[in-house]
Structure formats: C-alpha cells, structure tokens
C-alpha cells in the first residue's frame, strides 16, 4: 500500500503537469482542481507532522561514520538530479575521496533502474547501492565497498539517513512547483523546508530570462537566508547515433527537422534544449517520467512520424531503456547533457571540502 501511495503521487505525467500549470483547459479540468486542492491539504499535514517529528527528535535520525552528502529537491518532477550526483561524484572522485552512490532505486527493472543505469555508464567502478532502506545501504556501501564519501541520490524528503550537507535542486523553469503541494501542485513538502538546505544550485538557467533568473534568486535569499546558492546549466556535450554511434557535437542537430520523445520530468526543458542547438522539433512524444519502453510504444514513437523528419532525437536516460526494441527506419540520435556551474562553484567546494575532510578522520 505504500508503494502505491508513493507512485501515485511521484507519477508526473505530461498530461497531469497541464493540469497543474493550467495549460489544460475544459469542464474536467476545472473540476479536478478543487478535489487535487483537498488532497494536497491532507498530504500536506502528513509531511508537515512527518517534519515535525524528525525537528523535535521525536522520531530519530540514523548516522553513518562517513560523510552523506544529499542531492534533492523540493519539488517532483525533473530538476537534474542524475547530472548532479554526477558531478558530486566526480568532484570526490577527482579529489582523492572513495564516492558511493545511494539511492530508493524508485522503478527498478532487473536491480537497477534508468538513473542507476545511466550513472553506472557515466561513472564505472563507482559503486550505487539502491535499496528502500538508505541507512542499511550506506552500511553496505561502507563496509562492501569501502566508501567513504556517501552521495544520497534524491534524498532532501529522506530524513531517516544523517546527513553532512543538503544539496538542493531548484529547476528555473519550474522553481515552485505551481505554487501547491502534491498532488495540486509538484512541492514535495512546503517551501519552509528550504531552511534545512546547506546549499541550493539552480539548474537551466540558461532557459529563463535574467529577470526571471534574478526573481526566483531573490525568492530563493529569503526562503534559505544561510545557504548558499549556485546556478547551473544542462550543457549539451555530444550526441551518437543508437545504440553505440560515435559521438559527434551536438551542434549537428543544427538546421535539421527532428522527432522527440522522452520519458523524463522535464519533457519541456529537454525540447527547448534540442531548439537552442538551432533543431526544428516537428513533434514530441511524451511519457511519464521514469517509463520503460515496450514494442508498443516504440510503434506509436515511429507512427508519429508523419512530417517526414530527418531523425529521431532521445536523451541518454530513455536510452538505456529501451532495451534494443528501436526499430525506426529513421536514425536515432541520443543527446548527452553535463552540469555545468555557472555561478557559486567555490561555494559548493567549500561544502565539499568539509565533507572530504569528515571522510579522511580517522585514515590518516
């Protein structure tokens, strides 16, 4: 029951996301606002007492002798996780720490699920431990793997686990979440919960306007006034023909009429991505949001086809899966995104040079 309690409220659907940002219009829509706003009332006192309980001490938190680092956010939905963890793992890496990876492994198919999948392409040797139980898997991953940096994938909500330092994602094209909690709106819990931050990095912001950047900046110094807070764009590194295409620049998309679908939790960022490289997008083909592909659906992908164009373009975590069904007879094309920090990178390594040095005590 609990599981399916969770699903239903993390399932971020294109067609569920227009309602929320009012883009869907009709009788069924208006009508489904109202009962989403009851909702979000009761699931809101859950995570405000679920809050409360962890802040008085009443319910206890879990420590490891390593340092966890967590990577979330405040609201559902795509903010950028998977390239985060990404760079906070290569940042350890890079600096002489043994990074682990933890994570709930939400929609796993054979062990692993897509974010996992992709990591583990991105980041051989690094060892990701994905189990419902965070605190047996950072013993796991001290003991088995000899870790000693431990980074919490999609972990801000999880406050079971100890944490050294909240990382928080906010994602400029949609900071707030529409203004509601769950399921009116895509806040996890209330904006307040900002105050437990250590840091906060704005991701896409390159896909906002500077006066909209500088407003959710500002909103941002109030709602966590000590922490500090980086912006950051998904920077478009290559792309490679499906499944094992050599890569090329990503500006060879440039010019060319091109078909997308994904199964993310941002569909909209990722098409206005593919647009800044100068592609035509003819259609997009949209999935919920950590989807694994079926026959079924890679035909309606190809059916949609009807504008002729020059070829299909993914991201790199449908990708992984889509387990060897494409069958299109146009080229697909898989679009590789980093982190790039374009402001506050010497802040974020400061947080991290507390936690590296928590995770040599004692080995030296």
Not at 41 to 49: K, M, S, T
Not at 90 to 108: C, E, H, K, T, V
Not at 111 to 131: M, Y
Not at 224 to 242: C, D, N
Request: glycine share 8%; aromatic share 8%; hydrophobic share 40%.
């Amino acid at each position: 029951m609990k599981q399916r309690i969770y699903n239903f409220f993390m399932e971020i659907s294109p067609g569920y996301r227009k309602v929320l940002s009012a883009e869907a219009r009709g009788a069924g829509t208006f009508c489904a606002r109202p009962m989403l706003r009851l909702l979000s009332l009761i699931y809101g006192l859950a995570v405000r007492l679920r809050n409360l309980l962890y802040d008085t001490g009443l319910r206890a938190e879990h420590r490891v002798d390593k340092p966890v680092i967590s990577i979330g956010n405040i609201t559902a939905g795509g903010t950028g996780k998977t390239p985060a963890v990404e760079y906070t793992v290569n940042w350890f890496a890079q600096n002489g720490a043994r990074p682990a990876i933890l994570s709930r492994g939400y929609r796993s198919k054979d062990g692993k699920n897509d974010e996992a999948l992709l990591l583990a392409a991105h980041l051989p040797g690094v060892p990701h431990r994905q189990h419902p139980n965070r605190f047996r898997a950072a013993l796991e991953a001290m003991k088995l793997d000899n870790a000693n940096v431990l980074i919490l994938d999609d972990g801000f909500q999880h406050r079971r686990l100890a944490r050294f330092g909240n990382l928080v994602l906010i994602d400029a094209t949609c900071p707030f979440g529409y203004g509601h909690l769950l399921p009116r709106g895509l806040l996890r819990e209330p904006l307040k919960g900002l105050r437990r931050a250590d840091a906060v990095i704005v991701t896409r912001c390159d896909l906002v306007n500077p006066a909209a950047l500088t407003k959710i900046l500002n909103r941002l110094h109030k709602l966590a006034p000590e922490a500090p807070i980086a912006t950051s764009r998904h920077t478009p590194k290559a792309v490679a023909a499906y499944p094992d295409g050599a890569a090329q620049e990503p500006t060879v998309l440039s010019g060319k009429r091109l078909g997308l679908f994904s199964s993310i939790g941002n569909p909209a960022a990722f098409t206005r991505t593919v647009e800044k490289l100068g592609g035509s997008v003819e259609w997009a083909v949209e999935f919920p949001d950590h989807h694994w592909y079926t026959a079924e659906d890679i035909a309606r992908i190809v059916r949609a086809d009807d504008k002729s164009v020059e070829a299909f373009v993914t991201t790199e975590k449908d990708a992984v899966k889509l387990g060897g069904k494409w069958h299109g007879s146009q080229k697909l094309v898989v679009l590789r995104v980093e982190m790039e920090i374009l402001s506050g990178e010497e802040k974020l390594a400061g947080l991290f040079e507390e936690a590296l040095q928590a995770a040599r005590y004692g080995e030296e």
